[in-house]
């Protein structure tokens, strides 16, 4: 952390920061140069609040120089986290690929369409049972039912299933049918459900919030992981822009980023992202061309008749397709589909 | 609604939409004109998906006409709403003053800062007991602990409370102690804690998202009125832009605009918005030119030694001057404070 | 400046960075704490590129320190730079009113609201010759003609006009017959056109583009203070959000905050802020609350059957009622109008 | 364009808008329904402004159907815009590799990156001799003299030349030397500029702005082709974003889409949309999975060096393995490097 005062600070106000510094066990030490007004501070200055700091008067400037997440960083981890659900592991050397409807609409739809993704090439269900809608009048998903439904589609069909947590009450619900829980983009930074989540041994795959930055998203890992699970999926669903034309903007730059800073393995979703079905090929190409660990798609025998996320949603022979033509460009990258 | 077919859409293919239109009971009513692709949908079109019809390959565009809120509405409910809290009237003629630390601290903290709040002509006294933030290992607030020593500040004083809920299994806790229960801007689309909240008989001040619409607001306002809790007071707290010197940026122009709409209260924080304590001053002078219904401000006798958003906290006297100032601009545009 | 290393840089690595810093006459300070990788850089700083030591792979992070703008800075000019356009003063005690259609469309017209404006109390007007417009066809302005359209109105009111230039190539002709010209949101990073314009000597109404930063902003403003020009109106206008019931969001935050970096004079545009007529009022009350020098406004003596912008355009009378009631506001913070 | 009327719009008030409409000779179509609120208007809108419309109080809501560019749209022009530069076709079945510095900093440096880009595979050269810089104290470029070593570099190597203008001035320079001529992102809405660059014969790179639209950016390209030259490549470099680690985000869904609204080429700038030399390769890997038809990518023999731009910078080895792996790249989607 690097503290610079005010030129028109008093020897008296420096020293009182120096000594509010020293109250935290940590050290201000002066860059000795034309003027003694920015210092360095050494120790663990996660400790200190740069706020608090920032309000005194004669302070011009605070600025952290560490990243401020520590679990989740490459640093103190550096091979990748593999994380396993039953036989599927994600963040390997196979990219993955799960697919199924927005909405789950009863246990013949779900039944139906997790046939087809596991014959198309999949590798986990998709599915919503509680659905986190703008309008309190729009359709809000069957709930357990739901759920129950997928649980039937797994028996079926063997294949893992994933659908979205959005209120801690129903964790042990989750825990007991759900092989990876998700947690959408407006509960990114709904710390009590992050917080509960860390407690129980399930994945979590996290997407990124519309409009968060990579920081606050590794943070939002971190609160899970801080509270002892490490089995957390990023998951990049595209980011609030001004654009009109898609309806989010997918930020695949966040692939070789992610895999930088962190050791967690990173899932696309190319669906929510752009929000049109015909943009859903090349975006999972060019996904798996970056490095992505895994896609995850809404697809449906019928995308006109999907009860919600219709114009987004691609048929099911559209996911083999693409199934085959990512699986040729994940070889040339040296990696399996 | 209005439905524009493409210019290589077939006869069949358009019969397709005009039934799948009459399903849901609703008329569908050729604009007659020198083609036949643009089609009025007349009756209640809130049953209708918007996106179900856009995934008909044949449809080119969907366009929504009436206004997705109801209750929220002005149209239905011309007069302002007033919500009573205690003698405090939100919405009426009196422009309300909120003042209070960012996080309680401590019995003596909030109780000092609460008579601070009075003696300088505060209304309501705000501080946060839960706290949501971005790190896990920031201080998360004093919980119970600080709700009651709230309580105790209300005791003394005899000014409401308004403090921050994060989840909806502290709701008890919340009606039995607290007079305004505030949703923080990370939570406005946390759908589940909405609708809980609808079912209460509480005020709720409702912060709008960081990188949300006004259309969302209103719709997140929209599900705890849905619900049966009418009393709902908006809160503008900023937004997220490209900005650097301020934390975020106010938008004042929704008090305008949310008056046009709606007939709820609104009420401006200017401390979260610019992140600055001397930027406050002026932008609550501002706000209230402007039509606010009220301000909340984060205030402290100590600001440096505030545990939380020192930098944007004022002091209690500047809170005392800001009433004075606000007052006087309040009388020029017909109101009190 | 701050020079951080990366954890494993070598000392020859090291080296190499200092070497480089002294090549520039700099010196390189290193704080002395638990580790050696961190430095602070004294001296001229503005002459050495962060981004070519960005490029040394041993570099963690460089933080610039002190702000890159100089003549524009209030540190380096304490008081209010007041800019003289005939008998009227921008930027001391009285906040101006300017006021006039988006598009000069004829003498008539122009000259007619030139009239309204000034006996609705107005102190200069706006229109414009040159249009800025998304679409190649779309109305372009009257050029040239518009521009003399303009003199004429300046000759029958005796009030100072403000038009807008879109090439250098048109100097001549603005320094012969504009009293104060404007440059667009769409050309504040126009940098051959700021440079032209800093070896004029006409006060320049400099807007915020749609999506830059304040700091982007001031440095506008530097390359025509630095050509020699120092006659340079700040002029707000709204910054592009995600808010679609507003054209852009008005940010007034920016006066206090431009007050105390710059000593240059700001203006706020609540017509392409807003592109509502009926928030215009609320704006421009907001804004001489905050402290706004000035207010420029598109008003006509028929909003509806202006050439452009004619949503949100105003009429001469709400413009006189706009003045009489900002100047109460005004009184109330000390200023006049 | 559907015109919808409020509520309590009187018959006077509808009558004056259809009388509005019919003199622009369009036909105003109801919607037969429950009220006689939605008018659909038949016939060539574009003579009709939105604006005017939507300024009558008795206007509710103004939508346009159709889009307003033409000769950039497919719709009108089925096939792809092949556009040639000696040899060099871009557009067609083979992706282009454009590599070279950010500045031109002497004759030696541009010929040595020259070769070294010809060497290591690459079509065409880029360099800077006109830099837009945020400040005025910052190298501005090295100007004719910068062009002209291009010209050296191009005889030397045979590839063309590609550099951006940053005035209408300067345009019979770049047309006697220049072979493809650069619009940067700032000044995608310089309509002068563009306007003059409609009227010359050269392949034009038009840039998207840091916060523009596709729309607004094929509205540029519009304004070029408006003016009969229809020689225009489009290049994505990233948009702003609220994200710090990059220094834009780069928006690859814009590839299937343009492809889609348009026949013009699109081409890739990972360099300035990262602002990071690691996320280079990454993106280009993606760029050409996603169907890109060219890539241009900040090159030199010594990054750390470079004048400008030196973090996003890559070594002219790493340029030739780019080549090399999306070679394999575009062969799985069919098509060749």
Redesign the interface.
């Known amino acids: 952390m690097?503290i610079?005062m005010k030129n028109k600070a008093t020897k008296a106000e420096i020293e009182e920061i120096l000594e509010l510094v020293n109250k935290h066990g940590l050290?201000a030490?002066p860059?000795?140069?034309?003027d003694y007004r920015?210092?360095?501070i050494?120790?663990d200055t996660?400790k200190l609040?740069i706020?608090?700091?920032?309000?005194?008067s004669c302070v011009?400037?605070v600025?952290r120089?560490s990243t401020?997440f520590k679990k989740v960083s490459r640093?103190f981890h550096p091979e990748n986290t593999i994380i396993k659900v039953g036989n599927l592991e994600i963040g390997g050397n196979k990219v993955v690929m799960i697919g199924g409807p927005c909405s789950i609409e009863g246990k013949d739809q779900i039944v139906r369409i997790a046939h087809g993704i596991k014959e198309n090439g999949g590798d986990a269900i998709r599915g919503g049972a509680y659905k986190?809608?703008?309008?309190?009048?729009?359709f809000q998903g069957l709930a357990t039912e739901g759920i129950l439904n997928m649980v039937e589609a797994r028996n079926q069909t063997g294949l893992p299933i994933v659908t979205e947590i959005?209120?801690?009450?129903k964790i042990d619900e989750f825990v007991k049918h759900v092989d990876i829980i998700q947690v959408g983009a407006?509960?990114m930074?709904?710390?009590?459900?992050?917080?509960a989540l860390g407690k129980i041994d399930k994945p979590i795959l996290l997407k990124r919030g519309?409009?968060?930055?990579?920081?606050?998203w590794l943070?939002s890992a971190?609160?899970i992981m801080?509270?002892g699970n490490n089995k957390v999926i990023l998951c990049e669903r595209g980011?609030?822009?001004?654009?009109?034309?898609?309806r989010n903007?997918?930020?695949?730059?966040v692939?070789?980023?992610v895999k930088?800073?962190s050791h967690l393995p990173i899932v696309i979703d190319p669906s929510h992202?752009?929000g049109?079905?015909?943009?859903v090929?090349?975006?999972c190409?060019?996904?798996?061309?970056?490095?992505a660990d895994g896609l995850i798609i809404e697809a449906h025998y019928d995308?006109?008749?999907?009860?919600?996320?219709?114009?987004?949603?691609i048929t099911l022979e559209a996911f083999g397709k693409i199934k085959e033509?990512c699986k040729?460009?994940a070889e040339?990258?040296g990696r399996e589909m």
Do not use: C
């Open positions: 690097i610079t050290k030490l860059i000795h140069g034309d920015v210092f360095g050494v120790g996660s609040d706020e608090m700091i920032n309000a005194y011009d400037n600025l120089v401020p640093t986190p809608r703008t309008s309190p009048y729009a959005m209120d801690a009450s407006r509960n930074q709904n710390f009590e459900l992050l917080k519309l409009a968060n930055t990579i920081e606050e943070m971190e609160y801080a509270g980011i609030r822009t001004f654009e009109k034309y898609t903007t997918l930020d695949l730059s692939i070789p980023l930088k800073l992202a752009t049109k079905a015909d943009l090929e090349s975006m190409l060019a996904a798996v061309a970056a490095g995308p006109r008749k999907a009860w919600s996320d219709a114009s987004q949603t033509k040729k460009i040339v990258i």
